[in-house]
C-alpha cells in the first residue's frame, strides 16, 4: 500500500546534538511537508519543498535544516540551534493543489 | 491565517447527539477546503474535502458546508460516536502556484457517553 512512512516514532537527543528524521513517500507526490506540533497546539510549518532539489523555508525554520535529493525522500535535521526542540513532528506530501495531505504517523522527540 | 500554535478550543457533545464544529478561513482566494482527524498521538487523517464551486459536500456520517459570502467553513458529524473524540483542522489552499495548505487552529471534539 502507499503511503508515507516516517522513523524513528520516538527519538531521544541529548543537549547540543544534531538529529535527523526520516520521511519517506512511496506516493509519487511531488510536494512533501514538514510540521511541528506541540502539546495541545496546531500545526507549525517547518519547510516544505515542491520538487526535487528545491525547498523553501516555513513558518518556523530557524534550528532545522533538510534536503530533498530523491522525490520520495524529505529528511529533517534538527540542529544544536533549536533550543526547544521537544515536540511532535509530522511529514506530509500531496500531489497537486487541490488534493489533501496523506500524512505520516510521526516522530516524538525529546531533548534528555 | 498561519497556524501559531494557539490553544485548542473544546466542544463537548453527548454521545448519538451531532455535532458542528466551526472553521473561519482566512482568503477569498482560496478555492478547496479540507477537514482532518487528529486522535491523541497519531498523524492526522482526511475526512472530507470541498472545493469552492460547491456549498455541501457529504460522506460518511460527516457534511461540510462552506459558506463564500463570510469564508465560513464547517463539518457536521451526525449521530456523534466515543470514537470521535479527536482533534479536528480545517485548512485551505490559496490558490496560486502552491501546493501548501493553511490550517487553522484545531478544534478539541470530547463525546461525553
Known amino acids: 500500500d502507499g503511503g508515507i512512512t516516517q522513523s524513528p516514532k520516538y527519538l531521544f537527543r541529548k543537549e547540543g546534538q544534531n538529529v535527523t528524521l526520516s520521511c519517506e513517500q512511496n506516493?509519487?507526490?511531488?510536494?512533501m511537508y514538514w510540521y511541528r506540533q506541540d502539546p495541545g497546539q496546531g500545526l507549525r510549518l517547518i519547510y516544505y519543498?515542491?520538487?526535487?532539489?528545491?525547498?523553501q523555508k516555513g513558518d518556523i525554520a530557524e534550528g532545522y535544516s533538510v534536503s530533498r535529493e530523491k522525490k520520495e525522500s524529505f529528511p529533517l535535521t534538527v540542529t544544536s540551534a533549536q533550543k526547544n526542540p521537544t515536540a511532535f513532528y509530522l511529514c506530509a506530501s500531496n500531489r497537486d493543489r487541490l488534493y489533501g495531505y496523506t500524512f505520516g504517523s510521526g516522530t516524538r522527540l525529546t531533548v534528555v | 491565517g498561519e497556524s501559531v500554535g494557539l490553544h485548542l478550543p473544546t466542544l463537548s457533545v453527548q454521545e448519538g447527539d451531532n455535532s458542528i464544529i466551526n472553521c473561519a478561513y482566512s482568503n477569498s482566494a482560496s478555492d478547496y477546503f479540507i477537514w482532518y482527524k487528529q486522535e491523541s498521538g497519531k498523524g492526522p487523517q482526511f475526512i472530507i474535502d470541498i472545493r469552492s464551486n460547491m456549498d455541501k459536500r457529504q460522506g460518511q456520517r460527516v457534511t461540510v458546508l462552506l459558506n463564500k459570502t463570510v469564508k465560513h467553513l464547517s463539518l457536521q458529524i451526525a449521530a456523534t460516536q466515543p470514537g470521535d473524540s479527536a482533534v479536528y483542522f480545517c485548512?485551505?489552499?490559496?490558490?496560486?502556484?502552491?501546493?501548501?495548505?493553511?490550517f487553522g487552529t484545531g478544534t478539541l471534539l470530547a463525546v461525553q457517553p
Open positions: 485548512a485551505e489552499n490559496y490558490g496560486g502556484a502552491t501546493n501548501k495548505l493553511i
Open positions: 506516493l509519487n507526490h511531488d510536494a
Open positions: 519543498s515542491q520538487i526535487v532539489n528545491d525547498f
